[in-house]
């Protein structure tokens, strides 16, 4: 044990010193796993145009983005943070806390959530409200609340096909889960408002008509070329890239689409963002270059390289004013979140 | 007592009923675990295999004045959409770096896109059908063609796939490797002979061993959370780095090191012990001189076979940031960097097709190298070991 001991308290003194002596040019980012394909492209095109070393990017999801981001100032915490969804005020208190109380808010644009399923079959266009029966865990029969009875499309509308209920969506850790329990179950829980007593409902059946597909969106997608009665629950960027094998259906009479997503017809579409510690502004130059380059037009504007990944570019108007806020280094207050 | 021949016979027969049934059930299991081996392999082989070709175009490069500031303009307007944007991005700083190529203009063969080189392949490409038509007159002028991929040898993870690599993975993983071999080894060793050739047989003695045959069996995403505890949050050693990385990944194998070494040292008999202490030996040159080098071929096995266990796992690396995207090669122990498995988990992930090819290529280099330990770990066994 003792050997042990030791071994580890030099290992530790060495890295120490090491670490001091490092000068810290090289970006650390967390966050979103939906933003990660966008923040990684930029911080390619980052690492290959300029001298500084590419930002390192870890994809822990919105959360734990915000809980790495908020630990503190200072060497061994990140510089940024990714998320699907705009900070929480409870996460921004707690950031505070710890002694971050520099924050700038970055809006990126929008990312749009797709109901797909094989090309194998007719399109079937689909309200949220009929998603929201065919997922939900209890629903209501007749005034009263009974455990989901649907097996079948057509039972829950004699206009939908006579098909087995089956949706494959992502896990509860997935931040695409969140944003789809927020925009299309507790949105729809609210024409059923006497039922559930006035509040949002968001709970899954768990009698497996509803499969938890796994973080990786790319299973999911596996899984509905050979499964063809099934449907599938993902970002749009993933039904875009396999167009070939998949058809997305309109939610509530809008198509999945960049202009619909964009002008938020469509409804379940969320805004990314990110989020930059100004505190690290000395210890972390290159922090502003890659926020500046992210921001630019040539990243996120209309004929940008992140459209061609998925992205969804917000307004014009709207661009502006998100690239004004991080020049100018605007100080989030937690006012601004609720 | 009194069976008659026909019963007896009749058990004959049904107990030789029973062994070869039993034989053809295992003999069916072989088969069935056979079979899996087999569609996996050339499942990974179909898809992996065109990972190691990439389309290459030949181009006329333009090194003027304008394309230091607009990359684009280096190459025809034909051939702008076909070549990677990855390598033209880098035209400027090339150029800066070069100041003699100002002014020339240069034939080569570069990086062809990611989907010019997916239609090559025969797979969906998003090529528009002019573009289409362009690359197949490339091709007929043999200016276009599949060449074996240099790129996903010497480069990093990249977002376009034509440019996407395993070489820092794969230093991560040496990195890494080393750290753990560095800490595990000489610790698990050490901890095996006290055990083994010091320690008294008492209660605590006992207890330790059952912590340690405890400790091969654990999740390994909990020495994950441990590293992150103690390494990272405690001693404030660099997140993402080989060195935690490797430090964690030796809490894992050190169990696996210790256990095969006192295996090893259990089976040097005791007369060369006695022999030793007959001669006048101390026990630690009894030790030194004769049981550990006898025992080493065995702790050379294990030590192989933990570390490549280390090697495949990605769990406990999410917890200490090594799943990340890291394109870099990494310089020195503290810096960021990833390892082969991580590459792999996340190449999977990528909305782009083409990164199917690179992930089944990633998982073939993988294989390849972990087949290369385990042979290397039995020829040991075979050339060194010992019957007594």
Same mark, same amino acid.
């Given at each position: 044990?003792?050997?042990?001991?030791?071994?580890?308290?030099?290992?530790?003194?060495?890295?120490?010193?090491?670490?001091?002596?490092?000068?810290?040019?090289?970006?650390?980012?967390?966050?979103?796993?939906?933003?990660?394909?966008?923040?990684?492209?930029?911080?390619?095109?980052?690492?290959?145009?300029?001298?500084?070393?590419?930002?390192?990017?870890?994809?822990?999801?919105?959360?734990?983005?915000?809980?790495?981001?908020?630990?503190?100032?200072?060497?061994?915490?990140?510089?940024?943070?990714?998320?699907?969804?705009?900070?929480?005020?409870?996460?921004?208190?707690?950031?505070?806390?710890?002694?971050?109380?520099?924050?700038?808010?970055?809006?990126? *644009?929008?990312?749009?959530?797709?109901?797909?399923?094989?090309?194998?079959?007719?399109?079937?266009?689909?309200?949220?409200?009929?998603?929201?029966?065919?997922?939900?865990?209890?629903?209501?029969?007749?005034?009263?609340?009974?455990?989901?009875?649907?097996?079948?499309?057509?039972?829950?509308?004699?206009?939908?096909?006579?098909?087995?209920?089956?949706?494959?969506?992502?896990?509860?850790?997935?931040?695409?889960?969140?944003?789809?329990?927020?925009?299309?179950?507790?949105?729809?829980?609210?024409?059923?408002?006497?039922?559930?007593?006035?509040?949002?409902?968001?709970?899954?059946?768990?009698?497996?008509?509803?499969?938890?597909?796994?973080?990786?969106?790319?299973?999911?997608?596996?899984?509905?070329?050979?499964?063809?009665?099934?449907?599938?629950?993902?970002?749009?960027?993933?039904?875009?890239?396999?167009?070939?094998?998949?058809?997305?259906?309109?939610?509530?009479?809008?198509?999945?689409?960049?202009?619909?997503?964009?002008? *938020?017809?469509?409804?379940?579409?969320?805004?990314?963002?990110?989020?930059?510690?100004?505190?690290?502004?000395?210890?972390?130059?290159?922090?502003?270059?890659?926020?500046?380059?992210?921001?630019?037009?040539?990243?996120?504007?209309?004929?940008?390289?992140?459209?061609?990944?998925?992205?969804?570019?917000?307004?014009?108007?709207?661009?502006?004013?998100?690239?004004?806020?991080?020049?100018?280094?605007?100080?989030?207050?937690?006012?601004?979140?609720? | 007592?009194?069976?008659?021949?026909?019963?007896?016979?009749?058990?004959?027969?049904?107990?030789?009923?029973?062994?070869?049934?039993?034989?053809?059930?295992?003999?069916?299991?072989?088969?069935?675990?056979?079979?899996?081996?087999?569609?996996?392999?050339?499942?990974?082989?179909?898809?992996?295999?065109?990972?190691?070709?990439?389309?290459?175009?030949?181009?006329?490069?333009?090194?003027?004045?304008?394309?230091?500031?607009?990359?684009?303009?280096? %190459?025809?307007?034909?051939?702008?959409?076909?070549?990677?944007?990855?390598?033209?991005?880098?035209?400027?700083?090339?150029?800066?770096?070069?100041?003699?190529?100002?002014?020339?203009?240069?034939?080569?063969?570069?990086?062809?896109?990611?989907?010019?080189?997916?239609?090559?392949?025969?797979?969906?490409?998003?090529?528009?059908?002019?573009?289409?038509?362009?690359?197949?007159?490339?091709?007929?002028?043999?200016?276009?063609?599949?060449?074996?991929?240099?790129?996903?040898?010497?480069?990093?993870?990249?977002?376009?796939?034509?440019?996407?690599?395993?070489?820092?993975?794969?230093?991560?993983?040496?990195?890494?490797?080393?750290?753990?071999?560095?800490?595990?080894?000489?610790?698990?060793?050490?901890?095996?002979?006290?055990?083994?050739?010091?320690?008294?047989?008492?209660?605590?003695?006992?207890?330790?061993?059952?912590?340690?045959?405890?400790?091969?069996?654990?999740?390994?995403?909990?020495?994950?959370?441990?590293?992150?505890?103690?390494?990272?949050?405690?001693?404030?050693?660099?997140?993402?780095?080989?060195?935690?990385?490797?430090?964690?990944?030796?809490?894992?194998?050190?169990?696996?090191?210790?256990?095969?070494?006192?295996?090893?040292?259990?089976?040097?008999?005791?007369?060369?012990?006695?022999?030793?202490?007959?001669?006048?030996?101390?026990?630690?040159? %009894?030790?030194?001189?004769?049981?550990?080098?006898?025992?080493?071929?065995?702790?050379?096995?294990?030590?192989?076979?933990?570390?490549?266990?280390?090697?495949?796992?990605?769990?406990?690396?999410?917890?200490?940031?090594?799943?990340?995207?890291?394109?870099?090669?990494?310089?020195?122990?503290?810096?960021?960097?990833?390892?082969?498995?991580?590459?792999?988990?996340?190449?999977?992930?990528?909305?782009?097709?083409?990164?199917?090819?690179?992930?089944?290529?990633?998982?073939?280099?993988?294989?390849? %190298?972990?087949?290369?330990?385990?042979?290397?770990?039995?020829?040991?066994?075979?050339?060194?070991?010992?019957?007594?």
């Amino acid at each position: 044990m003792n050997r042990i001991l030791k071994t580890t308290v030099i290992a530790a003194a060495v890295m120490g010193v090491v670490g001091v002596a490092q000068a810290r040019d090289q970006v650390r980012i967390v966050g979103s796993s939906t933003v990660y394909p966008f923040s990684s492209y930029v911080a390619e095109e980052f690492g290959a145009t300029t001298d500084y070393p590419t930002p390192v990017i870890e994809s822990t999801g919105s959360g734990g983005g915000a809980r790495l981001f908020c630990n503190g100032v200072g060497e061994g915490t990140p510089d940024i943070t990714n998320s699907s969804r705009r900070m929480k005020a409870s996460e921004l208190e707690r950031c505070i806390e710890n002694g971050v109380t520099d924050v700038t808010e970055a809006f990126i *644009g929008y990312d749009g959530i797709a109901f797909a399923q094989s090309n194998a079959n007719d399109p079937m266009p689909v309200t949220r409200e009929q998603i929201f029966l065919a997922v939900a865990a209890m629903v209501p029969v007749d005034g009263e609340l009974v455990e989901n009875p649907y097996t079948n499309w057509s039972e829950i509308d004699e206009s939908l096909p006579d098909r087995q209920i089956v949706i494959v969506g992502p896990p509860t850790t997935s931040g695409t889960r969140d944003a789809f329990e927020e925009l299309v179950l507790e949105a729809a829980s609210e024409n059923f408002a006497e039922a559930y007593g006035g509040e949002a409902y968001s709970d899954v059946r768990t009698d497996g008509a509803w499969v938890d597909g796994g973080e990786n969106d790319n299973l999911i997608v596996q899984r509905l070329t050979q499964d063809t009665t099934a449907f599938g629950i993902f970002g749009f960027s993933f039904l875009e890239e396999n167009s070939d094998v998949l058809i997305g259906s309109t939610i509530d009479g809008v198509e999945a689409g960049p202009e619909t997503i964009a002008s *938020g017809e469509y409804p379940v579409a969320r805004s990314m963002f990110f989020y930059i510690k100004n505190q690290h502004a000395d210890e972390v130059p290159a922090m502003y270059q890659y926020a500046e380059m992210f921001m630019s037009e040539q990243m996120i504007g209309d004929l940008g390289y992140l459209k061609g990944i998925g992205l969804i570019p917000a307004a014009e108007q709207a661009r502006a004013e998100a690239r004004e806020a991080v020049a100018n280094r605007v100080q989030l207050d937690v006012s601004d979140l609720h | 007592m009194s069976q008659s021949f026909d019963e007896i016979s009749a058990q004959l027969r049904k107990r030789h009923r029973q062994s070869a049934r039993l034989k053809w059930m295992s003999l069916g299991a072989l088969l069935l675990a056979l079979a899996f081996l087999v569609v996996f392999f050339a499942d990974m082989l179909g898809k992996g295999l065109p990972a190691f070709q990439q389309a290459q175009v030949q181009v006329e490069v333009d090194y003027s004045e304008q394309a230091s500031q607009l990359p684009l303009a280096a %190459v025809d307007e034909e051939v702008r959409d076909l070549v990677s944007r990855g390598w033209l991005r880098t035209l400027p700083m090339q150029m800066r770096d070069n100041p003699e190529l100002l002014g020339t203009t240069r034939t080569e063969w570069v990086l062809a896109d990611g989907q010019v080189d997916q239609y090559l392949k025969g797979h969906a490409s998003r090529l528009r059908d002019d573009a289409k038509a362009r690359v197949d007159r490339l091709v007929e002028e043999g200016r276009a063609e599949l060449k074996f991929n240099t790129t996903f040898f010497s480069r990093g993870d990249s977002k376009m796939p034509e440019l996407a690599g395993i070489m820092s993975a794969a230093m991560g993983t040496v990195m890494t490797m080393l750290v753990t071999l560095a800490v595990a080894f000489p610790i698990g060793v050490m901890t095996a002979v006290y055990l083994e050739e010091f320690a008294p047989d008492n209660r605590f003695t006992q207890m330790i061993e059952i912590n340690i045959n405890n400790l091969a069996a654990i999740p390994s995403i909990l020495f994950g959370l441990l590293g992150l505890a103690i390494f990272i949050q405690f001693f404030g050693m660099p997140r993402s780095s080989p060195l935690v990385g490797g430090m964690t990944l030796a809490l894992m194998t050190l169990p696996i090191i210790i256990i095969s070494t006192r295996t090893a040292l259990r089976s040097v008999p005791d007369s060369i012990r006695h022999a030793a202490f007959g001669v006048g030996c101390s026990r630690w040159q %009894v030790v030194r001189d004769h049981v550990l080098p006898l025992a080493m071929p065995g702790i050379m096995t294990g030590s192989i076979i933990g570390l490549a266990q280390a090697m495949g796992e990605t769990a406990p690396l999410i917890i200490v940031g090594m799943v990340a995207f890291i394109p870099d090669v990494s310089a020195t122990f503290t810096n960021a960097a990833t390892v082969l498995p991580a590459q792999i988990f996340t190449w999977s992930g990528e909305p782009d097709r083409a990164f199917v090819e690179k992930t089944a290529g990633g998982i073939l280099v993988l294989l390849s %190298v972990l087949i290369f330990l385990n042979a290397t770990a039995v020829v040991l066994r075979k050339k060194f070991e010992r019957r007594w």
